[in-house]
């Protein structure tokens, strides 16, 4: 692909507040980083001349294999023509997935056809969100950007329950080999003590997936190294969480092939704010009940929205939910069908209101969500809490569009997350 810039990275997010997570992390480490709900063309790229990094915010996480492979075969041959040096599939990293739904073995059997590399690595831990790999086996804490405690993922409260990808297994290799029949091998955290050109032998020597270990944030660096060192051979595909972007920027930002990190403005507040909930996870019902003991009316996603548009008017803030906070059945409904109408909602609320920033709570459903609002790309312009930085929409012919915008995952965040936001700081 001719008259590309010359980009670090490209990743593939398999829903949009995980993709919002990447951006994030790129852009902490100083990468000049774009999302977009769809592979950029050539044309779009050409059109950002400064960018060092770009994303897909995609809806993966909720199709079937096939659908997956259908998407995503077209869309990793598209990335891998822009030169990008590292190909990434962003995948949760609670590692959500199964052999029917969002299956992340189908998207390394696609990635395998297109990018011809001795072995695909895999990082899922990222120690700063509070998730940890151990010789295979995974561990996440309760609530990201929180003091929660922390579980064995087959044990972990909200995981554990999730309502479409339930986490039965914690030990990575078991749980990955329902997915593909590729083999998977462990850099194992004690592994990780060896040099650089060991490593990177023991990694050239396996083929299939590599699943490597991190417990510490400071291990990162040196698995970005490795990462890095294989990609001098050529463009290599990795697939794993942010734990990837983590790695390569703190590797980057530690030899200086970044400039200083940038400065970001406080966002201020933002009242009335308006919440648009999916999610089905404890963490966000927590939230939701919080915000309301602070002054949030709450209203259903069926309701008429009127009443909810005057609240607005009146600046009191809003959140819209579908009622999965309180594990009814309305858990059940497909993502597409509560992210689109949630999306539709808001839309409608945002057209008719004041309101300038816009919070969409739940991984499944966030990315249909997005779509719906009309959203086509999005831009970080400041971190608030880790995982789930606020950004600006691009939204042509959309009442969103210019206005600020935050997805977070179910998991992401204490119990005055909402309050957070309308306030604009911690």
Not at 65 to 78: N, V
Request: charged share 20%; proline share 6%; hydrophobic share 40%.
């Amino acid at each position: 692909m001719s008259n590309v810039p010359a980009l670090r990275l490209a990743f593939y997010g398999d829903d949009f507040t995980g993709s919002t997570d990447a951006l994030e992390f790129l852009c902490r480490a100083g990468l000049k980083t774009r999302l977009f709900l769809d592979p950029p063309t050539p044309e779009q790229l050409k059109s950002y001349p400064d960018l060092q990094a770009y994303g897909v915010a995609g809806l993966t996480r909720s199709m079937s294999p096939e659908a997956m492979e259908a998407t995503l075969h077209p869309a990793f041959m598209q990335m891998k023509a822009t030169g990008a040096r590292h190909i990434h599939y962003k995948v949760c990293s609670t590692f959500d997935s199964s052999p029917t739904i969002g299956s992340i073995g189908r998207a390394i059997d696609t990635a395998s056809k297109i990018f011809h590399q001795p072995s695909i690595p895999l990082l899922v831990a990222a120690p700063a969100l509070g998730r940890y790999c151990v010789f295979g086996n995974l561990f996440a804490r309760m609530g990201i950007g929180s003091a929660g405690e922390i579980y064995r993922l087959d044990r972990h409260p909200s995981m554990s329950k999730h309502p479409v990808t339930p986490a039965d297994e914690s030990d990575l290799h078991l749980h990955l080999a329902k997915q593909t029949k590729l083999s998977i091998r462990l850099l194992s955290i004690l592994q990780l003590e060896q040099s650089l050109s060991e490593k990177k032998s023991y990694l050239q020597q396996q083929s299939g997936v590599v699943l490597i270990d991190a417990l510490y944030t400071s291990q990162l660096s040196g698995v970005g190294a490795l990462l890095d060192e294989l990609a001098n051979d050529e463009q290599l595909f990795s697939v794993g969480s942010s734990g990837i972007e983590m790695a390569l920027g703190q590797y980057w930002r530690e030899t200086g092939a970044l400039p200083a990190s940038p400065q970001w403005n406080d966002p201020g507040p933002a009242s009335p704010l308006l919440v648009l909930a999916g999610s089905c996870s404890p963490v966000t019902a927590a939230q939701i009940n919080r915000a309301e003991k602070a002054g949030f009316a709450l209203f259903h996603v069926n309701e008429n929205t009127d009443a909810a548009c005057r609240t607005l008017n009146n600046g009191q803030s809003v959140i819209i939910h579908t009622g999965g906070h309180e594990r009814t059945n309305a858990e059940l409904i497909p993502a597409e069908q509560t992210g689109t109408s949630l999306g539709h909602t808001g839309r409608e609320l945002v057209a008719k209101t004041a309101v300038k920033r816009i919070v969409v709570a739940g991984g499944d459903t966030s990315s249909y969500a997005a779509r719906a609002m009309g959203i086509h790309a999005v831009e970080m312009i400041a971190p608030l809490v880790m995982g789930a930085p606020l950004c600006r929409a691009t939204a042509p012919g959309s009442p969103l569009d210019g206005k600020e915008v935050n997805f977070k995952g179910g998991q992401v965040g204490d119990e005055n997350y909402f309050i957070i936001l309308e306030k604009g700081k911690l």
